[in-house]
């Protein structure tokens, strides 16, 4: 039975440590610094609480933890749990930059690291799914993918005061607007359909007063030669999407041989509705939907970690998965800076690949 530590009690935490627990692992340590969250968790599984993330590294009984912090912390804790050598999965994104990401991803090479990136939507099985029929389909002609999250308050005429305060409470927890929170899963499930792209055209948005985007757009030069079209917005529209609940995020992947439609559902009431496939046969005219029951993608990510930790492979999505996300979002962020300058993707890791 794998024994895991717990680094940081927020709002991600509880997908973690359920999902471990339901696939069988031990919660053996909780770490936050709110002490009395970090034992409330404890208290779940009878494990220690610490409010020093070095006392989980530093704990011989942990072989494998889980890092749920703001992004700005990634880099250093990662690193000192690879130095500790544990096991570790760590929450997206990556880091706060694709310089510390790649010094992040060549640490676990070296030292031989188990290393996932924490991208759950590969979990729902619509795109398990997807990613099976893409192998038959040939080339990606062409790609449009959206994550439209409802955030009506940002659209009100007098913004939320949390939100004017500099640095916000978004750029303070996750380093970005919605380009890095609802757009580095899109980001990633185009890299893991499609390849790496290797150009990119990038536009952003925000509003007077805030310190982040609300709406991030590119246009991504795929490696087969196919284009993506990309979009992530907080937006006002509360009925919107496929639930009619404000969550608009989808892919329409177009092949020669056909096209495939993947809703997702809201990220954290996933026990509500399934992730849906729709694929069409081009040559037959034949539609087929892929329904699935209402499922927790969290909880079939940790029992893939943990099987693959066990089984000695290596953690997927991996560290340099992970990169590959920071270093499109850098890029699209520069790109967007030079007033949408196409721009070539320099990937840092070439000659470690
Ligand atoms: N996969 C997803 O859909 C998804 C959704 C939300 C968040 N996330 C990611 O999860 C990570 C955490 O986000 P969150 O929403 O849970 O943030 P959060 O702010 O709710 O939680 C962060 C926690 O870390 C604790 N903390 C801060 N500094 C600490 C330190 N030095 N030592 C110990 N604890 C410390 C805080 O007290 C807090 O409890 C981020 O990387 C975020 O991008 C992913």
């Known amino acids: 039975m794998?024994?895991?530590?717990?680094?940081?009690?927020?709002?991600?935490?509880?997908?973690?440590?359920?999902?471990?627990?339901k696939a069988g692992a031990q919660i053996v340590h909780v770490c936050d610094i709110r002490k009395e969250v970090a034992a409330s968790v404890a208290a779940r599984y009878g494990a220690r609480a610490s409010s020093d993330y070095c006392?989980?590294?530093?704990?011989?009984?942990?072989?494998?933890?889980?890092?749920?912090?703001?992004?700005?912390?990634?880099?250093?804790?990662?690193?000192?749990?690879?130095?500790?050598?544990?096991?570790?999965?760590?929450?997206?994104?990556?880091?706060?930059?694709?310089?510390?990401?790649?010094?992040?991803?060549?640490?676990?090479?070296?030292?031989?690291?188990?290393?996932?990136?924490?991208y759950m939507k590969r979990h729902f099985p619509a795109a398990q799914q997807a990613k099976?029929?893409?192998?038959?389909?040939?080339?990606?002609?062409?790609?449009y993918a959206r994550s439209w999250q409802p955030f009506g308050s940002l659209w009100d005429e007098m913004l939320p005061a949390e939100y004017t305060t500099h640095p916000s409470p978004v750029i303070r927890n996750y380093g970005g607007g919605v380009l890095v929170c609802g757009g580095s899963h899109i980001l990633d499930l185009i890299h893991w359909f499609a390849g790496?792209?290797?150009?990119?055209?990038?536009?952003?948005?925000?509003?007077?007063?805030?310190?982040?985007?609300?709406?991030?757009?590119?246009?991504?030069?795929l490696p087969d030669g196919g284009i993506a079209h990309f979009e992530?917005?907080?937006?006002?529209?509360?009925?919107?999407?496929?639930?009619?609940?404000?969550?608009d995020e989808r892919l329409e992947i177009n092949t020669p041989k056909g096209r495939l439609d993947f809703y997702t559902v809201k990220w954290d009431q996933p026990?509500?509705?399934?992730?849906?496939?729709?694929h069409q046969d081009a040559q037959t005219g034949r539609v087929?939907?892929?329904?699935?029951?209402?499922?927790?993608?969290?909880?079939?990510?940790?029992?893939?970690?943990?099987?693959?930790?066990?089984?000695g492979e290596r953690g997927t999505p991996s560290a340099w998965d992970g990169y590959v996300v920071d270093e499109l979002i850098a890029t699209i962020t520069t790109s967007a800076e030079q007033g949408g300058k196409t721009l070539p993707l320099q990937w840092q890791d070439k000659s470690s690949q």
């Open 288 to 311: 087929t939907e892929y329904r699935y029951p209402a499922l927790n993608p969290f909880h079939n990510e940790m029992a893939d970690l943990l099987r693959r930790y066990e089984a």
């Open 271 to 278: 026990e509500k509705n399934g992730a849906l496939l729709v």
């Open 232 to 247: 992530a917005l907080w937006h006002p529209h509360a009925f919107a999407g496929y639930e009619r609940n404000g969550w």
């Open 55 to 118: 006392a989980v590294l530093e704990d011989p009984q942990v072989e494998l933890v889980s890092i749920l912090l703001p992004a700005s912390l990634h880099r250093e804790v990662c690193l000192a749990a690879i130095a500790a050598r544990k096991g570790v999965v760590c929450e997206k994104t990556l880091t706060d930059s694709a310089t510390a990401s790649v010094e992040v991803a060549r640490a676990a090479d070296k030292a031989g690291t188990f290393f996932a990136t924490a």
């Open 132 to 143: 099976a029929l893409l192998a038959e389909m040939g080339e990606i002609i062409s790609l």
């Open 196 to 221: 790496r792209p290797t150009m990119v055209s990038g536009q952003m948005k925000s509003r007077q007063g805030l310190d982040f985007d609300i709406q991030a757009n590119a246009m991504l030069w």
């Open 2 to 21: 794998t024994r895991v530590g717990i680094i940081g009690c927020g709002n991600i935490s509880r997908f973690h440590h359920e999902g471990y627990a």
